[in-house]
Each structure stands twice: as C-alpha cells, then as structure tokens.
Nanobody, 125 residues
C-alpha cells in the first residue's frame, strides 16, 4: 500500500516562495509523481509532474517559469519549489502517484492511483 504525505504548506506573501515536500511509503517501481491543486470553489487542476527517472518534467502553463519540481528517489521524496507566488496560487496542494504512469495521461488526475491528504498554501497580497 502506497501512502503519500505532503508538507511545507503555509502562508506566504505575493512574490514570496514556499517549498512543498511529498514523502512516499510503500512499494514503488515505475511511476509518475505529480502535484495537483484545488482552490475553493474550483476544480482540481494539474500543476506539475515527473516520472521516477526524472527525465522529463511537465508543468501547467500557469506555473511554468515560477515553479520547479524535483525528485529524490533515495529519499522517496518529491518537491515543488514555488517562487514568485501569486494570490491565485492559493489552494490545497496534493501529491499524487500514477503507476506506472504515462506522459499521455500525466495531466489528468483520474489516472492517479494514490493521493496524499493535501497541504494548504495561502498567498496574501
């Protein structure tokens, strides 16, 4: 059973930075790990994703150039460095894993098998 635990959320001012972490437990071999977010009253949206190989990173247009995703397989962890935060980035951020994962479905939450409980990110103006 794979379990995911996010951390690092909190309150930041617009233009500031936060770094989210996601630690996985359980057996994982080939997978795609992603970050999604959901703002109040809005649908969940894709933020970023990366396969376990780290060979490619996918970003939503809204965060490209501001957010950077990385993984550390030795620590079974994924990270989301969020810079130049905007008020519109306020949301609950979720870590998710799809096994084995595919670049064709990377942006669609319904294909992900495992989800964390989420961490709140609030950006003030």
């Amino acid at each position: 059973q794979v379990q995911l635990q996010e951390s690092g959320g909190g309150l930041a001012q617009a233009g500031g930075s936060l770094r989210l972490s996601c630690v996985a437990s359980g057996r994982l071999y080939r997978y795609m790990v992603a970050w999604f977010r959901q703002a109040p009253g809005k649908e969940r949206e894709f933020v970023a994703a990366m396969p376990e190989s780290g060979e490619q990173t996918y970003y939503a247009d809204s965060v490209k150039g501001r957010f950077t995703m990385s993984i550390d397989n030795a620590k079974r962890s994924a990270y989301l460095q969020m810079n130049s935060l905007e008020v519109e980035d306020t949301a609950i951020y979720y870590c998710a894993v799809d096994t084995p994962g595919s670049r064709l479905t990377v942006r669609f939450g319904r294909y992900y098998d495992h989800w964390g409980q989420g961490t709140q990110v609030t950006v003030s103006s």
